[in-house]
């Protein structure tokens, strides 16, 4: 156990539906990160929260939202979906160190299948 | 904007002997981490080794060491006596120093051991 808790492992939707993915943060964690990883593709950056606010935004679709809550777990949200967002989610956490060597610590991940 | 590029998509190798993972990585900044994460067929993300810019020495890890080439941009991992467990995606990251900052990947290295 990582100490990061995603919630669902997996998830099997039809086009057009809309997930909700969960992530607890490690303890102590402030930041959470959220990644997507297609098929034989390296992690793409989608969103990162940092205590409560958006820190960093890479290439998130318009039909993709996330969210911090006070208690730090954070939710991704994805809407009006497509055969192409099949993919695994991770979601990661770091505490919130200047000139910190922390490695992330990720979460065993939530894999979507569209259909 | 950082990119990291890992070369070779597959790399096969003996089992007991000793193989060499690539990695380049375009940056303007002077201080940054590099990172070496593991993903077995469980998909789980996990930290290899990391490496500090700003200290020359190289990181090693059990049979785990890096050639880190700062003028050159260059992140390498080499593995010694391989084993089975070894057989995983494996991903070269980087990170800005400053704070808690995302994770930019590289496409990820396919290794094979062979018995």
């Known amino acids: 156990d990582s100490g990061v808790t995603q919630t669902p492992k997996h998830l099997i939707t039809a086009t057009g539906q809309r997930v909700t993915l969960r992530c607890s943060p490690r303890s102590g964690d402030l930041s959470v990160y959220w990644y997507q990883q297609s098929l034989d593709q390296g992690l793409q950056f989608l969103i990162q929260?940092?205590?409560?606010?958006?820190?960093a935004k890479g290439n998130i679709l318009e039909r993709f939202s996330a969210q911090q809550f006070p208690d730090l777990h954070s939710e991704l949200n994805l809407s009006s979906l497509e055969l192409g967002d099949s993919a695994l989610y991770f979601c990661?956490?770091?505490?919130?160190?200047?000139?910190?060597?922390?490695?992330?610590?990720f979460g065993s991940g939530t894999r979507l299948t569209v259909v | 904007a950082q990119t990291v590029t890992q070369s070779q998509p597959e790399m096969s190798v003996q089992e007991a002997e000793t193989v060499t993972l690539s990695c380049t990585y375009d940056t303007s900044e002077s201080d940054y981490y590099l990172f070496w994460y593991k993903q077995p067929p469980s998909r789980q993300m996990i930290l290899v080794i990391r490496?500090?810019?700003?200290?020359?020495q190289n990181a090693t890890e059990n049979r785990f060491s890096v050639n880190f080439q700062k003028a050159a941009k260059s992140f390498s991992l080499k593995i010694s006596d391989s084993q089975l467990g070894d057989a995983a995606m494996y991903f070269c990251?980087?990170?800005?120093?400053?704070?808690?900052?995302?994770?930019?990947f590289g496409q990820g290295t396919r290794l094979t051991i062979n018995p």
């Open positions: 490496q500090e810019a700003y200290k020359q």
């Open positions: 990251a980087y990170r800005r120093s400053e704070g808690a900052q995302k994770l930019v």
């Open positions: 990661a956490s770091s505490a919130q160190r200047d000139r910190g060597l922390d490695g992330y610590t």
């Open positions: 929260y940092y205590n409560g606010e958006e820190r």
